[in-house]
């Protein structure tokens, strides 16, 4: 018996403790102020992309640090992207002027811009391995 217990702990060690295989580290920079919140979201899919309600996996960053700030998931390995918004007034959304342009800082990950709304998923997409991801989000003012 000592045995077999002593065999499933070994076993078991090996596991990633999140349950998932690969680490995300999303590094957002750009900030104006440390107003508000960093709303982070991560997709896999490209028709939600970057709906809110869409992602896969999303976290709220406060209080916002001075420079670079860090958002982490732990995920299967696969095709993510990433979108960003710095919600200054904490009302859960990208706050926009009369003529739909946003008021608030938001960016995606590569760098990716969009014409005349969000940039496609395929141009905001990168592939994450077993070993994990650094993204660098730089936010636009």
């Not at 896969?56 to 916002?64: A, D, S, Y």
Request: charged share 20%; proline share 7%; net charge positive.
């Amino acid at each position: 018996m000592k045995t077999l217990i002593t065999g499933l702990l070994i076993c078991l060690a090996g596991l990633p403790l999140t349950g998932w295989g690969a680490e995300i580290r999303v590094e957002v920079s750009g900030l104006r102020n440390r107003q508000g919140q960093l709303m982070v979201g991560l997709y896999n899919r490209p028709e939600a992309f970057p709906d809110v309600g869409g992602k896969f996996e999303g976290v709220n960053l406060f209080p916002i640090e001075e420079g670079r700030n860090v958002a982490v998931f732990h995920v299967p390995p696969g095709t993510y992207a990433v979108a960003v918004i710095h919600d200054e007034n904490r009302n859960g959304k990208l706050d926009k002027n009369f003529m739909k342009i946003p008021k608030e800082a938001y960016g995606f990950s590569n760098g990716a811009k969009g014409k005349f709304g969000p940039p496609p998923f395929s141009a905001a997409s990168f592939v994450v391995g077993e070993e994990g991801r650094t993204v660098s989000v730089e936010l636009n003012r």
